[in-house]
C-alpha cells in the first residue's frame, strides 16, 4: 500500500503563499457536516482572520446543531474564475469549529468582510463559530497538490 503523502508535493513557500492568498480571500466556502450521520454541504459566509475563519450561522440551520455536537467540519473555498472551474486553485479543510462570544468588537470584525450580514447578526439565533484548520489539501491547479500545516496558513 502507497503512503498517502507520496501523492502530494513537498510543500514550499509558492504552495504556502498562494494557501494564505486562498485564505485571506475567502468569503465563501462549503461548509461539510454530519447531519443525522449522513454527510451535508452548505454555503456559508466567512471572515478571514489569522490562520483561521469565522461565519455566522443560525440556529435554524441543520449545520448548526451538527457543528455543537461534533466540532469536526470540512471546508473548501477557493473561487472559479473563468474557465474550467477544476483549473482554478482550491483548498479543502478539515476544521475544528468552536462557538465563540458575538462580543461587539467581533460583530464589527465579521461585519467588516460580510457587510449585509447587518440585517441579522444582532438576532439571538445567530452565532459566531471560529473554524481552525487542522488538516489542509491545495489544489493549486493541474497536478499541484500540496499537504500542509495549519502553520503554513500565517504568513511570514
Known sequence: MSDQKDKFRETDDEA?????RLLSEA??????VLVDDAPFVTRVA??????HLVTLVSDLAPHTDALRESPDA???IGNPGRGDPLAHPRMTLQVSARFIEKTPEAARTYLATQPKAQLYIGFADF????????EIWLNGGFGKAYRLA???????
Open 16 to 20: 504556502r503563499a498562494l494557501a494564505c
Open 27 to 32: 468569503r465563501y466556502g462549503a461548509l461539510g
Open 46 to 51: 466567512l471572515q478571514p482572520g489569522d490562520g
Open 74 to 76: 470540512s471546508l473548501m
Open 127 to 134: 452565532h459566531l463559530v471560529r473554524l481552525d484548520p487542522a
Open 150 to 156: 495549519p502553520g503554513d496558513l500565517r504568513p511570514g
